[in-house]
């Protein structure tokens, strides 16, 4: 009897990987899946923290499409390995901060990795050649097969046909003639595609995977590096960088005032680690401080805190600040107006 | 029996699910493992993970902002 052949899949939640390891599975090769969070992937995260959006909680995509293709996902913490990815990309950013083609890199290697530790054969994705301007171009396919050492056993199931034979087409592990050659932006072939598969229901990320292709998330992240000066960030960092409004009034410090009830509790847990302010006259949000500030720096951020309580329009609202130690600290301050707080720290 | 315990709470999903996956992996087939988090994401996303990975979750309960599933592992 033949010998089961298994591939791994890189589920990132799309319909394109769904697709690509249904494809695969009607070949009856054995498919698990395997997903890398990177710190900056868009499942869960602010749902979990804003009140506003538990109403309606969303699902982990790359869980839900394992569940309905019925396979098993393996997922991978890659949080502390990914920085060098972003910090440095070889081949550069994409139009904010996402180093899509070394990301594609990165992962693909680390997937060629566990399918040697695993006793894998192969590796697919659901890259469509000319979909994405930075790592799905004809020019970039190669690259990824190479550059992450899968070289051949890289197969791209939904544009195998417009690529030269892998490894496990050669081999007959896998039939060339019923992949695909889907190729551009268009993304009827693969609804056409879903529908004969039976699937609905999907989800369709519009620009990419994660926050490094956001605008605002990529303006931060940089704010972040220029005040530490240098292009480094621990998990946290990460993590705060999506939750409340972020307000740089100086280059030594910034505010991280809570939006709404939810984010003021995520943002609790950090009171060991930051200065934190909340008005005790009156209510209003948690604020916590990142970086040094003078006792003058205090007093504004104070009075940018009681801006955004229910003491706005009062005379004075008395604000408490708790240091990580412990320490506190009461000040009286008049609120700012909205017009005293420039556009420009906002960021 | 005895349960393990991993405290994941203050973890956003899918870290919840990856310290369960991580700790799955050095439990035995019968063992029960409760997860304790803050994250309301998890009652959705572990029961999952435990479908497609053949663990089964025996009870789910809610604290004060924290949640709690208690998991056997399967074969
Ligand atoms: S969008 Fe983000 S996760 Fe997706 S390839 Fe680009 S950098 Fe990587």
Known sequence: MAQQRKAVA???GGLDSMLAAKTIMEQGIHVEGINFFTGF?????????RDKDKAKPKRNNALWVAEQLGIKLHIIDVIEEYKNVLINPKHGYGAHL???????????????????????????????????????????????AKQSGADDLLLRPLCAKNL????????????????????????????????????????????????????????????????????????DDVMLLKVGRHIRPAANFKLIVAREEGEGRFLQ????????????????PLVLLDGEPSAEDLFLAASITARFGQGREADWVDVGITFPDGAERNLTVK????????????? | ????????????????????QDKIKQMQPEQLLEVQCTDPGVMQDIPAWCRISGHQVLETWRGDHEYFILIKVGG
Not at chain 1, 272 to 277: G, P, R
Not at chain 1, 335 to 347: A, G, N, R, V
Not at chain 2, 1 to 9: F, G, H, I, K, T
């Open chain 1, 269 to 284: 847990g950090y009171k060991n680690q930051f200065i934190s302010l909340l008005a005790s006259s009156h209510n209003g």
């Open chain 1, 98 to 144: 996402n180093p899509c083609l070394d990301c594609k890199i990165f992962m693909v290697n680390k997937a060629k990795q566990w399918v040697v530790e695993n006793g894998f054969d192969f590796i697919i994705t659901g890259e469509v050649m000319g979909q994405r301007p930075m790592s799905q171009r004809r020019s970039t396919m190669p690259i990824v």
């Open chain 2, 1 to 20: 029996m005895n349960r393990e315990v991993l405290n994941a709470r203050r973890l956003l999903c899918p870290m919840p699910v990856i310290r369960t």
């Open chain 1, 10 to 12: 890189l589920i990132s």
């Open chain 1, 335 to 347: 609120p700012l107006s909205k017009d005293d707080i420039p556009k420009d720290w906002y960021l």
């Open chain 1, 164 to 235: 030269p034979a892998t490894l496990p087409e050669r081999e007959g592990w896998v039939d060339r003639e019923k992949l695909h050659d889907i190729t551009g932006r268009s993304r009827k072939p693969q609804m056409a595609m879903a529908e004969q598969f039976g699937i609905d229901d999907y989800s369709q990320p519009a620009g990419g995977c994660c926050f490094l292709v956001d605008k605002n998330y990529s303006a931060k992240l940089l704010d972040l590096w220029q005040a530490q000066g240098k292009r480094d960030y621990e998990f």
């Open chain 1, 41 to 49: 992937c868009v499942e869960g995260h602010t749902h979990a923290i």
